[in-house]
């Protein structure tokens, strides 16, 4: 067997396991086979034990109580090992601050030195400009003025707040651009403490999204790879005076990293604004597991069959027989979520000849959930067979909705057509989507997503409002699991390029409209990642 070693300190060593030794123990202790001086490591923290079969198996040692080591934990390949893990050849077991690099096949002979050369190897492939500040782990102590720290509580709770990844992302990039008044500023994460970076928000000062940084690869590498946080006072890259990055460390791992910048005619970036930086990033990454972890209570319970029954009662839900009105074609696209259910949407004919069209997201506990989307479609078929107004509807939702003791929220747009003559009623609540396209490809949006989520606020007023969709027109509603789908490079799909879509299709019969926009944003919607439910529905007026 042969472990290599790295630390945060950027050493690289390897360690030769004679192939008669049976249990190899890892420990503080210098006499362990491999010796980790740190104070958050046991004396005989863990050991490798080989069993008959000649396989490799972890198992934790006692750890005195009371000692820092008592709450170290430990991963092996970013996965918590709480129990006896088996060792495979190239597997990685992390604890504190040390990656121990495991190669149990006899025949790699020159697995400890080719890994420390490759590690090397990449250092030097990826240099920092003169005068570079690099850090290796998070500052002990740091000095901050009360406006400072009064900027930090801010940007603590407006984290704090967003729950979702994708929020989260926007939330980080607008609050480091405030405080550290930068000229770009660049966040990038993932769910596991391994693999590529998944999602990605940059932004410039002046609200733009933009192109990865200069120095981006070498930025990652330094910062994901290797945990450094570091300063260039003298960027020494055009249109970039000075820059910062930093990793986002959680108890999972490495989960991405922050970049920022300023230009040439800005103050210079120095090892104060670093620690502000820092600090900023301890809130993000903190969110960010706590997000993982949500995530990961998702994963299991879709495994535990919560989820399966959700999706059982979404398709039992799903409108069957669509009623059909002369002069308005309807067309739905619909795919299920990787990790979130809770889409709904409804076609009914109501008494007095006019058509009401619903769509939406439940959002809480599956089961609950589950009950809520139950609650949905039975209120809008009731409420339709009283030709109630929108508003109405939403209204009664929000009544049965809110509960603190088992929260569910919605966010939906509901509307109520005139097939003959285009005139509609119509409400949202929430971040749905609901675009009118024009005969000359341009959209008016209806929704407003500062309405609340019905079953958000008790007793809010929603209200309804008034619009008329004229021949040749289309209106489209999309659930908000549109814009949480990425590409394979973990690019997340815009609000802005899912609308330019929209609009393509401008004139056109629904079913060749969404033949268009699917084709258009092919590779998100057939070959990207989709986290959450996607619904697409397009009325078109003849």
Same mark, same amino acid.
């Given at each position: 067997?042969?472990?290599?070693?790295h630390?945060?300190?950027?050493?690289?060593?390897g360690?030769?396991?004679?192939?008669?030794?049976?249990? +190899?123990?890892?420990?503080?202790?210098?006499?362990?086979?491999?010796?980790?001086?740190?104070?958050?490591?046991?004396?005989?923290?863990?050991?490798?034990?080989?069993?008959?079969?000649?396989?490799?198996?972890?198992?934790? !040692?006692?750890?005195?109580?009371?000692?820092?080591?008592?709450?170290?934990?430990?991963? +092996?390949?970013? +996965?918590?090992a709480?129990?006896?893990?088996?060792?495979?050849?190239?597997?990685?077991i992390?604890?504190?601050?040390?990656?121990?690099?495991?190669?149990?096949?006899?025949?790699?002979?020159?697995?400890?030195? $080719?890994?420390?050369?490759?590690?090397v190897?990449?250092?030097?492939?990826?240099?920092?400009?003169?005068?570079?500040?690099?850090h290796?782990h998070?500052?002990?102590?740091?000095?901050?003025?009360?406006?400072?720290?009064?900027l930090?509580? =801010?940007?603590?709770?407006?984290?704090?707040?967003?729950?979702?990844?994708?929020l #989260?992302?926007?939330?980080?990039v607008? %609050?480091?651009?405030?405080?550290? @008044?930068?000229?770009?500023?660049?966040?990038?994460?993932?769910?596991?403490?391994?693999?590529?970076?998944?999602?990605?928000?940059?932004?410039?000062?002046?609200g733009?999204?933009?192109?990865?940084?200069?120095?981006?690869?070498?930025?990652?590498?330094?910062?994901?790879?290797?945990?450094?946080?570091?300063?260039?006072?003298?960027?020494?890259?055009?249109?970039?005076?000075?820059?910062?990055?930093?990793? #986002?460390?959680?108890?999972?791992?490495?989960?991405?990293?922050?970049?920022?910048?300023?230009?040439?005619?800005?103050? =210079?970036?120095?090892?104060?604004?670093?620690?502000?930086?820092?600090?900023?990033?301890?809130?993000?990454?903190?969110?960010?597991?706590?997000?993982v972890?949500?995530? +990961?209570?998702?994963?299991?319970?879709?495994?535990?069959?919560?989820?399966?029954?959700?999706?059982?009662?979404? =398709?039992?839900?799903?409108? &069957?027989?669509?009623?059909?009105?002369?002069?308005?074609?309807?067309?739905?696209?619909?795919?299920?979520?990787?990790?979130?259910?809770?889409?709904?949407?409804?076609?009914?004919?109501?008494?007095?000849?006019?058509?009401?069209?619903?769509?939406?997201?439940?959002?809480? &506990?599956? /089961?609950?959930?589950?009950?809520a989307?139950?609650?949905?479609?039975a209120?809008?078929?009731?409420?339709?067979?009283?030709?109630?107004?929108?508003?109405?509807?939403?209204?009664?939702?929000?009544?049965?909705?809110?509960?603190?003791?088992?929260?569910?929220?919605?966010?939906?747009?509901g509307?109520?057509?005139?097939?003959? &003559?285009?005139?509609?009623?119509?409400?949202?609540?929430?971040?749905? %989507?609901?675009?009118?396209?024009?005969?000359? %490809? @341009?959209?008016?949006?209806l929704?407003?997503?500062?309405?609340?989520?019905?079953?958000a606020?008790?007793?809010?007023?929603? @209200?309804?409002h008034? $619009?008329?969709?004229a021949?040749?027109?289309?209106?489209? #509603?999309?659930s908000?699991? !549109?814009?949480?789908?990425?590409?394979?490079?973990?690019?997340?799909?815009?609000?802005?390029?899912?609308?330019?879509?929209i609009?393509?299709?401008?004139?056109?019969?629904?079913?060749?409209?969404?033949?268009? #926009?699917?084709?258009?944003?092919?590779?998100?919607?057939?070959?990207?990642?989709?986290?959450?439910?996607? /619904?697409?529905?397009?009325?078109?007026?003849?």
């Open positions: 067997m042969h472990i290599v070693c630390d945060e300190n950027s050493a690289v060593r360690t030769d396991i004679n192939e008669d030794v049976q249990c +190899v123990v890892i420990g503080s202790s210098p006499d362990c086979h491999v010796y980790l001086p740190d104070i958050r490591v046991a004396a005989r923290h863990f050991q490798l034990r080989r069993n008959e079969q000649d396989e490799w198996w972890l198992e934790t !040692c006692e750890v005195e109580s009371n000692s820092p080591a008592e709450f170290t934990k430990l991963y +092996v390949n970013a +996965v918590e709480l129990e006896p893990v088996r060792i495979k050849h190239n597997d990685q992390i604890i504190a601050s040390f990656r121990l690099h495991v190669f149990t096949d006899e025949s790699t002979v020159n697995a400890p030195k $080719a890994a420390v050369m490759e590690d190897s990449k250092i030097r492939q990826h240099p920092l400009p003169a005068g570079a500040i690099v290796h998070v500052f002990e102590e740091v000095s901050l003025s009360i406006s400072t720290a009064d930090l509580t =801010s940007f603590s709770f407006d984290i704090h707040e967003s729950g979702e990844l994708a #989260l992302l926007n939330t980080a607008a %609050g480091v651009m405030r405080i550290l @008044n930068a000229h770009c500023v660049w966040v990038g994460i993932r769910r596991h403490g391994y693999g590529r970076i998944e999602f990605v928000e940059s932004r410039f000062a002046d733009k999204t933009s192109a990865d940084p200069p120095r981006m690869e070498t930025y990652q590498y330094r910062c994901v790879e290797r945990g450094q946080y570091i300063c260039c006072p003298r960027a020494e890259e055009k249109n970039i005076g000075s820059a910062m990055a930093i990793p #986002l460390v959680s108890s999972f791992g490495i989960l991405g990293m922050v970049y920022v910048d300023r230009k040439h005619d800005a103050p =210079s970036y120095e090892e104060p604004d670093l620690e502000i930086l820092t600090l900023l990033g301890a809130a993000i990454a903190k969110q960010l597991e706590l997000a972890r949500d995530l +990961v209570r998702k994963q299991q319970a879709i495994e535990a069959g919560e989820w399966s029954f959700m999706r059982e009662l979404q =398709s039992k839900m799903d409108p &069957t027989n669509v009623p059909q009105w002369d002069g308005l074609q309807l067309t739905v696209y619909c795919k299920p979520g990787l990790e979130c259910a809770g889409d709904i949407y409804d076609v009914m004919r109501l008494p007095n000849g006019l058509a009401a069209f619903m769509c939406g997201h439940v959002v809480g &506990t599956p /089961t609950i959930a589950a009950l989307m139950a609650e949905v479609r209120s809008f078929r009731f409420a339709g067979l009283h030709s109630d107004p929108p508003h109405v509807i939403f209204r009664a939702l929000n009544w049965l909705l809110h509960d603190p003791q088992c929260p569910a929220s919605l966010c939906a747009v509307v109520i057509m005139n097939p003959k &003559t285009g005139a509609l009623q119509y409400s949202t609540a929430g971040a749905v %989507g609901a675009i009118i396209v024009d005969c000359e %490809g @341009n959209f008016r949006d929704a407003k997503p500062e309405i609340p989520d019905i079953g606020t008790r007793d809010y007023s929603y @209200n309804s008034g $619009a008329r969709l021949s040749g027109e289309s209106i489209v #509603l999309y908000p699991g !549109c814009l949480r789908v990425s590409n394979r490079d973990g690019e997340l799909l815009s609000e802005e390029r899912l609308a330019d879509s609009a393509d299709g401008f004139g056109q019969p629904s079913s060749t409209a969404m033949d268009d #926009l699917l084709s258009d944003l092919e590779p998100f919607f057939k070959d990207g990642r989709q986290p959450d439910d996607i /619904t697409v529905m397009i009325l078109h007026r003849e």
